[in-house]
């Protein structure tokens, strides 16, 4: 019987090609795209689950309030692992992180450095920790001496050969060589890992070594042993605070005690995280690497059901649609014995068959599309074709699909009457209420997503045309002129020199979001007094940083040459003064001191107040921030003239290329790091747009096959109609209403979900639009005109027939 079914579900689909097309069409576009969403999804919930035992590792985060700020930190103090390995029993390993940033990296008998994008000191334990096998060295003494460095495989492939690599010397910023004593496998893309390429030992850098609760600065990983459980932990480490943090304070602070900790407000909290967990569920401070949101992984998951729910239910309507030409073969069916049951299996093995038939169009459309989805995605997904389990996958998916598509339909067309539908009636369909139905919540989820895009693109728009308090537009950055050593500020002054640069300025730190730490900062009065002290990030610039930033001075002045106490004074945003209790005027004069851990500390006197501007993501408040005259600079901003950057760019690298031979020309535009930092609110928005395509052409083919349907069914009551007089447009206008009011109330059920939803989104952002009336009377506009192009054919096709043949047809 099942060859039987299937060859004549193959001979009616062949008799009935352009619904047939439809159907396949429709389910292959939803396949395709929630095809394409869960190699996505399925990409970002495999990150560092490849590395031996990951299911046991954790990080160590902190929360700490103090001097007014409260912030979450991916980093803790140096000490903090060798103390957990020393008090807890369920540890069995710790390692940790101290990241550089960016290394030039040149072997020590050449003149021409290599820029490595990460760099990192990490403890020798690490390799053990994550199951990290050496390509070339021996894992028990890699990194074990100062000044050894393990590196991998394509950054040991720029200097010399793999297998060359051991006892090589590589100099290290100009300034430090170390002996290469490994080589590890590239690190996967799905890992926290895969932007370091340079690992140096810990052994060498002497703060790891420092007994200091009160600085953060590593990450630390800890390792369970295969019985302990992660929340026996949680207690235990929350007492770090009065057990180590409290007695390292009273060095400098005598007599402070935990419970005047935080009677003050403040707070210091030890936490864990699994590994597996932080690249969806983390964004703290100091993040080893940029991370993704689990809320977009809920909402790529939300869209892919939709596409495929929609897909669906256009397969439902159309399906439907075309129930009236097959009632007769129905009813000649049942009145030659065929069964309901039997009527059902055929019509359900005719739907899987075009459920196969979608899968292969959609592989086809999946495979077009997956280079411009991954350059959207910012991935580099492929399709695994050698998975057995990916096709498994995808067979028994096409199978519930088709069932599920073809399930109404079947039962519906099982149910007719034979006496009836062979006499025509095609009253006795009925079905109306479910179709109709179908066609709300397909354009309802439509109308959401025409929302959701709308709020995106404008919360965007909103990131990019606010005024942030600064310029970034025209502001060139040129990396690592550190490098260039003393000819750093002949370097700055020929720039100068030129006709296009504004102005130029030499800082390690500019106002786009970027990995940053704290100071607290006490006063002079009360310097042990904590409800007084002041957290604060500190920045060195020199003093052509404001003017060329452009920031607005909103009490006392800039830095200037003629005072030479400026180099013992401070400059510091609107939030500072709103933590310190005073005005900015009242400000000025006030002096505070980073240092309370020293013996003679130095103090910094405030000589002016900016009004805040934003170096952070919008996402988070604008914290205190203060500004000192500082001798290193890893970067030189240039402020260019509107122009041709091209030749600008050109000219600047000529005097860089007299001044540092050999090193690196790095260099990047501001604005295009601040564009970086709402990546993924732009590949969302992009998202957003692409889907919402998809599902608005899904929705208007189910909408297409229902008026076709309501057309076919009405043919005999059009043809009286224009008998009786009634003219094309008043027969267009009759058969299209009856849509537009479904429409209408799929407006009604999305317009309060999509406002709902929106909303809760932008929650995320301390800084961001509300939603305006427009978006949702723009969603509206769009819904209905689409709605009436689609419906308009079928009834303009119907109202201009003639009535003679429309009479005729019962």
């Given at each position: 019987m099942l060859k039987n079914?299937?060859?004549?579900?193959?001979?009616?689909?062949?008799?009935?090609?352009?619904?047939?097309?439809?159907?396949?069409?429709?389910?292959?576009?939803?396949?395709?795209?929630?095809?394409?969403?869960?190699?996505?999804?399925?990409?970002?919930?495999?990150?560092?689950?490849?590395?031996?035992?990951?299911?046991?590792?954790?990080?160590?985060?902190?929360?700490?309030?103090?001097?007014?700020?409260d912030r979450k930190f991916a980093v803790t103090p140096a000490p903090i692992a060798e103390t957990?390995?020393?008090?807890?029993?369920?540890?069995?390993?710790?390692?940790?992180?101290?990241?550089?940033?960016?290394?030039l990296v040149r072997k020590v008998d050449t003149e021409v450095n290599i820029k490595e994008q990460q760099a990192t000191y990490v403890d020798s334990t690490f390799f053990e920790m994550f199951g990290i096998d050496l390509l070339v060295g021996d894992l028990k003494t890699a990194l074990k001496l100062p000044n050894t460095l393990v590196?991998?495989?394509?950054?040991?492939?720029?200097?010399?050969?793999?297998?060359?690599?051991?006892?090589?010397?590589?100099?290290?910023?100009?300034?430090?060589?170390?002996?290469?004593?490994?080589?590890?496998?590239?690190?996967?893309?799905?890992?926290?890992?895969?932007?370091?390429?340079?690992?140096?030992?810990?052994?060498?850098?002497?703060?790891?070594?420092?007994?200091?609760?009160?600085?953060?600065?590593?990450?630390?990983?800890?390792?369970?042993?295969?019985?302990?459980?992660?929340?026996?932990?949680?207690?235990?480490?929350?007492?770090?605070?009065?057990?180590?943090?409290?007695?390292?304070?009273?060095?400098?602070?005598?007599?402070?005690?935990?419970?005047?900790?935080?009677?003050?407000?403040?707070?210091?909290?030890?936490?864990?995280?699994?590994?597996?967990?932080?690249?969806?569920?983390?964004?703290?401070v100091a993040e080893i690497s940029a991370n993704n949101d689990i809320q977009s992984i809920y909402i790529l998951s939300f869209i892919a059901v939709f596409i495929i729910v929609l897909a669906c239910v256009n397969f439902m309507n159309l399906s439907t649609a075309h129930s009236l030409k097959r009632a007769k073969e129905v009813g000649i069916r049942k009145t030659l014995g065929s069964n309901k049951g039997e009527l059902i299996r055929q019509f359900l093995v005719e739907s899987v068959l075009v459920s196969f038939g979608s899968l292969l169009l959609?592989?086809?459309?999946?495979?077009?599309?997956?280079?411009?989805?991954?350059?959207?995605?910012?991935?580099?997904?492929?399709?695994?074709?050698?998975?057995?389990?990916?096709?498994?996958?995808?067979?028994?998916?096409?199978?519930?699909?088709?069932?599920?598509?073809g399930s109404y339909p079947a039962f519906f067309m099982s149910k007719f009457?034979?006496?009836?539908?062979?006499?025509?009636?095609?009253?006795?369909?009925?079905?109306?209420?479910?179709?109709?139905?179908?066609?709300?919540f397909q354009f309802a989820i439509s109308v959401f997503l025409v929302i959701s895009t709308l709020v995106v693109y404008q919360q965007l728009e909103y990131i990019q045309n606010k005024d942030l308090g600064f310029s970034k537009d025209q502001v060139l950055i040129v990396d690592d002129v550190y490098t260039i050593g003393g000819q750093v500020a002949s370097f700055k002054e020929e720039v100068k020199k030129l006709g296009f640069v504004i102005n130029a300025t030499l800082s390690s730190f500019f106002p786009t979001p970027s990995s940053r730490s704290d100071s607290v900062f006490a006063p002079l009065e009360g310097a042990t007094d904590q409800e007084n002290a002041v957290s604060m990030q500190r920045w060195g610039v020199d003093y052509d940083y404001i003017s060329t930033m452009d920031f607005k001075i909103i009490a006392g002045r800039d830095?200037?040459?003629?005072?030479?106490?400026?180099?013992?004074?401070?400059?510091?945003?609107?939030?500072?003064?709103?933590?310190?209790?005073?005005?900015?005027?009242?400000?000025?004069?006030?002096?505070?001191?980073?240092?309370?851990?020293?013996?003679?500390?130095?103090?910094?006197?405030?000589?002016?107040?900016?009004?805040?501007?934003?170096?952070?993501?919008?996402?988070?408040?604008?914290?205190?921030l203060s500004m000192h005259l500082g001798d290193f600079a890893y970067s030189l901003a240039i402020k260019l003239e509107k122009g041709s950057f091209t030749n600008a760019i050109k000219s600047i690298e000529g005097i860089w290329n007299k001044v540092a031979p050999g090193q690196p020309f790095d260099y990047y535009f501001m604005e295009d790091s601040f564009n970086n930092t709402y990546k993924s609110e732009q590949r969302l928005g992009?998202?957003?747009?692409?889907?919402?395509?998809?599902?608005?052409?899904?929705?208007?083919?189910?909408?297409?096959?229902?008026?076709?349907?309501?057309?076919?069914?009405?043919?005999?009551?059009?043809?009286?109609?224009?008998?009786?007089?009634?003219?094309?447009?008043?027969?267009?206008?009759?058969?299209?209403?009856?849509?537009?009011?479904?429409?209408?109330v799929a407006i009604l059920i999305s317009l309060p979900i999509g406002w709902f939803a929106m909303n809760k989104w932008l929650e995320d952002f301390s800084y961001r639009i509300e939603i305006g009336w427009w978006v949702f009377a723009l969603a509206t506009l769009l819904a209905v005109a689409i709605a009436i192009l689609t419906v308009s054919y079928q009834s303009i096709k119907a109202a201009i027939a003639n009535p003679v043949k429309s009479l005729r047809t019962e």
């Open positions: 079914h299937i060859k004549i579900a193959w001979r009616s689909l062949r008799k009935q090609p352009f619904f047939t097309f439809l159907n396949t069409f429709g389910l292959a576009i939803g396949i395709a795209g929630a095809l394409l969403i869960s190699l996505y999804i399925y990409d970002e919930l495999s990150y560092d689950k490849m590395f031996a035992d990951a299911d046991r590792i954790h990080r160590v985060n902190a929360d700490i309030k103090l001097g007014g700020e957990i390995d020393n008090d807890f029993s369920e540890v069995e390993l710790t390692t940790r992180f101290r990241t550089r940033g960016s290394a590196l991998t495989k394509t950054a040991a492939e720029k200097h010399f050969g793999i297998n060359e690599a051991l006892g090589q010397n590589l100099l290290l910023n100009n300034e430090e060589t170390y002996t290469v004593t490994g080589v590890i496998d590239d690190l996967p893309d799905n890992s926290f890992l895969r932007e370091h390429t340079v690992f140096m030992a810990m052994a060498g850098y002497e703060d790891s070594r420092i007994v200091n609760w009160g600085s953060n600065n590593y990450q630390t990983y800890i390792k369970l042993i295969p019985s302990a459980n992660i929340e026996d932990l949680q207690a235990p480490l929350r007492a770090f605070l009065g057990k180590y943090v409290i007695p390292g304070v009273q060095q400098f602070m005598p007599g402070i005690t935990e419970e005047q900790f935080k009677a003050a407000g403040n707070h210091l909290i030890y936490s864990t995280i699994p590994l597996t967990d932080i690249h969806l569920n983390s964004d703290r959609a592989l086809i459309f999946a495979v077009i599309a997956l280079p411009f989805f991954n350059e959207l995605a910012d991935k580099d997904i492929s399709m695994p074709y050698t998975n057995p389990l990916f096709w498994l996958i995808l067979l028994a998916s096409a199978s519930v699909l088709g069932l599920l598509s009457i034979p006496v009836k539908v062979l006499k025509g009636d095609s009253g006795s369909l009925g079905g109306s209420n479910v179709r109709n139905a179908l066609v709300i830095f200037d040459k003629k005072f030479k106490n400026d180099s013992t004074s401070i400059i510091v945003n609107e939030s500072a003064v709103a933590v310190m209790g005073v005005t900015p005027e009242k400000a000025l004069g006030l002096s505070y001191t980073p240092d309370m851990e020293s013996e003679n500390p130095k103090y910094y006197k405030i000589i002016g107040v900016v009004k805040d501007f934003h170096f952070s993501p919008f996402r988070d408040e604008i914290e205190s992009h998202i957003f747009i692409i889907f919402t395509i998809l599902s608005i052409l899904i929705a208007c083919l189910g909408l297409f096959g229902l008026a076709a349907f309501n057309a076919q069914k009405r043919t005999k009551e059009i043809g009286i109609r224009k008998v009786m007089g009634a003219s094309v447009s008043q027969i267009t206008y009759r058969l299209s209403s009856d849509f537009l009011k479904l429409v209408l």
